[in-house]
Structure formats: structure tokens, C-alpha cells
């Protein structure tokens, strides 16, 4: 059964940088089938999609926060990771990392418990 | 690239059926059938529930179902239980990923 565990810092200091590490396991994420991402919940809120990236290292983000996101993966580690940076209060949000079915049907199939990262000094 | 707009909330009786639209634009949802969406229980990651419009993974109830008409889609829970009380979200991949508001159903 595959599994995606979310891990990194709960706190962050405003303008500082917001990372991630999402660790996946009873699979391999070098599968040319998927795609790996990360979206996040403010409290009280909806999802927001922030990217995703292919085992290859390709990466898509989200327009609305481009400037700001960086998404890696490190096969050798089965492991992806987001780093944001300039963060403020409204990053404030449980953030997921999730796989993306991309052969034949899209969606987000497997999804990690999440984290929450609070912004705050 | 804006959120799809989702009623904030909708409510039913147990056994009867709601439904909740998801309006997005020639773009995203009216482009091509990659809508999907996900039930989102309190604490909990989201779980999918449709996909393509109007497919369901295997052990996904059979009261849940899905369908579109132009830039809004939809989806219908028939049967309403109190289990089904939830945030929904639908999700659209055309270009690129965008996911509606939510709508939070109450089971009355």
C-alpha cells in the first residue's frame, strides 16, 4: 500500500523559507505514470494546488505563487520536496503532498496525512 | 487562475438527494471531462470520490455520482447518510490544477 508522510518545521518566521520533505514509501516515485505534488489548506479554508513535478524533475506550479515555490525530487531517496519562500501569515496552512495519476485518467489518488506550518514570528 | 465556484454550503435530510454545481469557465471545467472531486471529512486528507465527470473509483458508494453541462459540473449524492457529511471539492486539470472553493454538506 503506498504511502506519502509529509515532514518538516511547524513553525516558520515571517519572510523566511517554508520546507518540506514528503517521503514516499511502498512504491517507487520514479514510475513514468505519475506525477508528485503539493497543495496546502489554510485553517477554515479550501485547497489550494501549488505543484507538482515528474521523477524526471520536470515541474508545473501554480501561477499565483511561481515566483516563490521550488519543487524537487531525489529519486535515490524515493523523496520530493517544496520549499516557499518569502513566507508570510497567509502561508499559514496544513500542507499536503499527494501523487497525480497521469496516464489515462488525472487525479490525485494517494494523499499524505498533511502538516500544519504556522507562520509566525 | 481563479478557484471554481462551489455553493459554500447545501443540506438534505437522510435519504434524500443534494447536489452541488461547480462553475468554472470554457478554460478549465467546459474545456475537457477532467473534472473530479474529492470528499474532505474534518482532520482528514481528501478522498476521491469522482473522476473524469462522472467515473468512480472501485469502493466508492454508488449513490455518489457525477456529471457536466458546459463550464459547471456536478455532482449528486443520492440516499443522503450521515456519514456523507463533508467538505466536497471539485478539481479541474485542464492546464493546470485548480480546485473549487468547497461546499460543506450538512446531513440534517
Known amino acids: 500500500q503506498l504511502q506519502l508522510q509529509e515532514s518538516g518545521p511547524g513553525l516558520v518566521k515571517p519572510s523566511e523559507t517554508l520546507s518540506l520533505t514528503c517521503t514516499v514509501s511502498?512504491?517507487?516515485?520514479?514510475?513514468?505514470?505519475?506525477?508528485w505534488g503539493w497543495i496546502r489548506q489554510p485553517p477554515g479554508k479550501g485547497l489550494e494546488w501549488i505543484g507538482s513535478?515528474?521523477?524526471?524533475?520536470?515541474?508545473f506550479y501554480n501561477p499565483s505563487l511561481k515566483s516563490r515555490v521550488t519543487i524537487s525530487v531525489d529519486t535515490s531517496k524515493n523523496q520530493f520536496s517544496l520549499k516557499l519562500s518569502s513566507v508570510t501569515a497567509a502561508d499559514t496552512a496544513v500542507y499536503y503532498c499527494?501523487?497525480?495519476?497521469?496516464?489515462?485518467?488525472?487525479?490525485?489518488?494517494?494523499w499524505g496525512q498533511g502538516t500544519l506550518v504556522t507562520v509566525s514570528s | 487562475q481563479s478557484a471554481l465556484t462551489q455553493p459554500a454550503s447545501v443540506s438534505g435530510s437522510p435519504g434524500q438527494s443534494i447536489t452541488i454545481s461547480c462553475t468554472g469557465t470554457?478554460?478549465?471545467?467546459?474545456?475537457?471531462?477532467?473534472v473530479s472531486w474529492y470528499q474532505q471529512h474534518p482532520g482528514k486528507a481528501p478522498k476521491l470520490m469522482i473522476y473524469?465527470?462522472?467515473k468512480r473509483p472501485s469502493g466508492v458508494s454508488n449513490r455518489f455520482s457525477g456529471s457536466k453541462s458546459g463550464n459547471t459540473a456536478s455532482l449528486t449524492i443520492s440516499g443522503l447518510q450521515a456519514e456523507d457529511e463533508a467538505d466536497y471539492y471539485c478539481?479541474?486539470?485542464?492546464?493546470?490544477?485548480?480546485f473549487g472553493g468547497g461546499t460543506k454538506l450538512t446531513v440534517l
Open positions: 499527494a501523487r497525480r495519476k497521469i496516464v489515462g485518467p488525472t487525479f490525485f489518488d494517494y
Open positions: 511502498g512504491g517507487s516515485i520514479s514510475s513514468s505514470s505519475y506525477y
Open positions: 513535478i515528474y521523477y524526471s524533475g520536470s515541474t
Open positions: 470554457s478554460s478549465d471545467v467546459g474545456s475537457y471531462n477532467l
Open positions: 473524469d465527470v462522472s
Open positions: 478539481c479541474s486539470y485542464a492546464g493546470s490544477v485548480v
